[in-house]
């Protein structure tokens, strides 16, 4: 087994490109990440891509040879999908396939574009990452499935509306410096209070934006850094991936995510660390309710406790244990295919130290990234670690 170094990450900015091509958002991704890793597209021997929808939002299935061509790359190419996991998925492939010893370069990320549609269309395509036919076809969306999710916490361990807000502010005033990000300005608790009901008692502010971008890593074995002097300070040491029934209704409760637990516990297990080593997190807050779901499968507080983090300030940026200094999916923003690539990049740069919010983790050396798909039926868990 050797070691998975990030020789490189790239990024497009999250947002609004309706009249861009998801090939061209994946090639300026791809692009960024070459440029960062000071790596020949010719090395690169597999090329792993994470996309949801673009079936549905581009009618182009079958994508992952024209984001090879895109890259500039000419290697075996995989689409992934799983759901808004997709990239996670994605990269997890790839850093297996490098530890393994069967690559020692892959190109790993993902793409989604979505604001070319309107927006029924785009909550009508989300909606088959749920069951179709005990949710989907009772008019189940991913609101309305999270507030579910959100209450059924209230119930079983309290909290409140206000507390979701504080993930919401800190979020968004995470977002502002982040050049990335799809909303940069900063929204008060008050605000996220008094914004328009979504579903509740998720509101306006507690749900991410619809939101087109990219994401690329360049994954390198620690041989090949090594050997051509690559500047790749940071490591991929751990990988999990866990699956939950699909429908709500058929879980045992709603108030836990034990896909997420389980993905969790197998990263730390492959890393070899404990949850109380880790110093940074970006975790999938689809939802402000996800959040606190992830940092409590993550083991980063009880069952009952991730509720009142944010508004204790422990997960601000000024807190013991930062969350989303991206901005996260709330404010950065989430193309779903993209997401869980993005995440690394984002805990990698925060770890090298170059992230216009490296100056509230000085000293990190253990991020964890959470990527969900759906309701938390997949979760796949990353653990980095700066190398020695």
């Known amino acids: 087994m050797t070691d998975v170094r990030v020789a490189g990450v790239g990024l497009t900015r999250f947002g609004s490109h309706p009249e861009r091509t998801g090939r061209d958002l994946f090639g300026e ?141 800190k979020n968004h005033a995470n977002a502002v410096p982040n050049e990335y990000a799809q909303y940069r ?56 991936q866990g699956t939950d029934r699909m429908a709500l209704g058929d879980r045992e409760h709603l108030a836990r995510t034990p896909a997420a637990d389980d993905a969790a516990d197998a990263a730390y297990a492959d890393a070899g660390i404990e949850a109380d080593a880790v110093d940074v997190a970006e975790v999938h807050d689809c939802f402000t309710i996800a959040e606190v779901l992830a940092l409590e499968s993550l083991g980063l507080f009880e069952p009952g406790e991730g509720i009142s983090a944010a508004r204790e300030g422990v997960t601000t940026a000024a807190g013991d244990l930062p969350v989303n200094l991206s901005g996260g999916l709330k404010a950065k923003g989430h193309p779903v295919g993209a997401t869980g690539g993005s995440q690394i990049a984002e805990l990698t740069r925060l770890l090298r130290g170059d992230h216009p919010n490296s100056e509230h983790v000085p000293d990190a050396e253990v991020g964890v990234a959470h990527n969900a798909g759906g309701t938390v039926a997949s979760a796949v868990v990353h653990v980095l670690e700066v190398a020695e």
């Open 29 to 169: 991704a791809a692009l960024r990440a070459f440029e960062d890793a000071d790596v020949d597209r010719a090395d690169v021997e597999e090329l792993n891509y994470g996309n949801f929808m673009g079936a549905l939002a581009e009618h182009q299935g079958h994508q992952a040879p024209l984001m090879a061509e895109a890259a500039g790359v000419r290697c075996p190419a995989t689409r992934y999908e799983s759901a808004c996991a997709s990239a996670g998925v994605a990269v997890r492939e790839a850093v297996r396939t490098v530890a393994a010893g069967d690559a020692d370069v892959v190109l790993a990320g993902g793409m989604e574009r979505m604001t070319n549609l309107p927006t029924d269309e785009v909550t009508e395509g989300l909606a088959i990452a749920a069951d179709d036919l005990f949710e989907v076809r009772a008019g189940v969306t991913f609101p309305g499935a999270y507030a579910l999710m959100a209450n059924a916490y209230f119930d079983a361990y309290g909290g409140s509306r206000e507390d979701l807000a504080h993930v919401a502010a």
């Open 185 to 240: 300005e900063e929204v008060s608790v008050e605000e996220a209070m008094d914004a328009p009901p979504v579903a509740e008692p998720l509101h306006l502010y507690d749900a991410c934006p619809i939101t087109d971008g990219a994401s690329a890593l360049v994954l390198v074995s620690e041989e090949y850094a090594a050997d051509r002097d690559l500047d790749a300070s940071v490591a991929v040491t751990g990988t999990g």
